[in-house]
């Protein structure tokens, strides 16, 4: 049986890549999401197990100390990382998996996975994604600022993923997205 690839997707804080990432799972078969750890604070909405497991700063130190993350960063002052048990179950039963993570640990997971394809979102502009991320209305003014200045950082990085899409309109960042993993699946 065929294995499932890991699909590594970044680009800066407020592109969009969560919204077209949900939408890829759920409009297509056999591909899952990872589901991360953070330190940070859930936003409103945001509901621990499903967006994010909410854990302390010593669980994520345990979880590091028992090789328990496939990769880990720190991102604006807190840290995240991608367990490895669920990640490799569904690759043993075909399933893709989706690893929306920042660029450091993007650039982890394609060093110890080779045959892993890193996709890089773009935003159409640095206005537009400036105003995606204020409009988010999550964070404050020192937070945004944080995540523009990293955002500049992160958009450098492009060139060490395997291939890009710019989300413009939402449906056709999907397909883009889409049309990329299909082509790896023939
Ligand atoms: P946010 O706080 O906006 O949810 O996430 C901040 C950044 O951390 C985003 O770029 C997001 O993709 C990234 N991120 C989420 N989960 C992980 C993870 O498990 N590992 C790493 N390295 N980055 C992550």
Redesign the pocket.
Known sequence: MRKGKIYV??????VG??TIVRKLIEDYDNIAL?V???T?SP?TG?VDKV??FFITKDEFTEIINKDG?????E??G?Y????KAAVYEKLEQGIDVI????????I?VMEKFPEACGIFILPPSMAVLEKRLRGRQSEDEETIQK?LKTAKE?LSKVSMYDCFVVNGPIEKAVEDVAEIILKNRE
């Open positions: 997707v970044s680009g800066p804080s407020g890549k969560g990872s991360s750890a953070t940070r936003r945001e967006h994010y993350f496939i990769e880990y960063a991102y604006c807190n995240y990382g991608t367990p690893l929306e993570i920042e660029v450091q640990g993007g982890q995540r992160e």
